[in-house]
């Protein structure tokens, strides 16, 4: 749900559309924007997750998240080539979608960027970054060691 409170600030920001964020989530993106990669953590339990949200995945306790600033380092669990993707990424095709295995303990899925299909690229190390991509900051991984 977009709060009516954050609308214009959304507008601002992001223009019409995506990436729509309730109250729960605007914190995350707002950081995004000034180039900072943050995880989830409750305040009731202690769990760390991703992506940022009102409800905590572990213990259900409500409005009680917290932005943690990630260094966003962590291994590559798994990937796979995506050959189609939404209209507005068309350009950008194939993609490389990714799960990351964060160093705080929570597992990501995001795009690998700047790396080829290859077996070999599981378990190698990498680090979230924010970069701005078809005009939007957005945050991917990157292969550690390569740039």
Do not use: K
Not at 54 to 66: F, K, L
Not at 87 to 99: D, H, V
Not at 126 to 142: D, K, W, Y
Request: net charge positive; hydrophobic share 35%; charged share 20%.
């Amino acid at each position: 749900v977009l709060f009516r409170s954050r609308y214009d600030e959304h507008r601002r920001t992001w223009g019409e559309g995506v990436p729509y964020f309730s109250d729960g989530t605007f914190e995350f993106w707002r950081e995004l924007s000034a180039g900072r990669f943050n995880i989830g953590r409750c305040r009731q339990c202690s769990h760390t997750y991703f992506p940022p949200r009102i409800i905590c995945p572990n213990c259900w306790a409500a409005d009680v998240v917290e932005l943690q600033p990630s260094p966003g380092t962590g291994t590559l669990h798994s990937y796979a080539v995506a050959h189609r993707v939404a209209n507005s990424l068309q350009s950008l095709a194939p993609l490389l979608m990714a799960t990351i295995d964060l160093d705080e303990g929570t597992r990501m899925f995001t795009w690998l960027r700047g790396a080829t299909g290859d077996p070999s690229l599981v378990g190698r190390r990498c680090r979230i970054v924010v970069e701005t991509i078809l005009g939007r900051p957005r945050f991917v991984a990157r292969l550690e060691g390569d740039g």
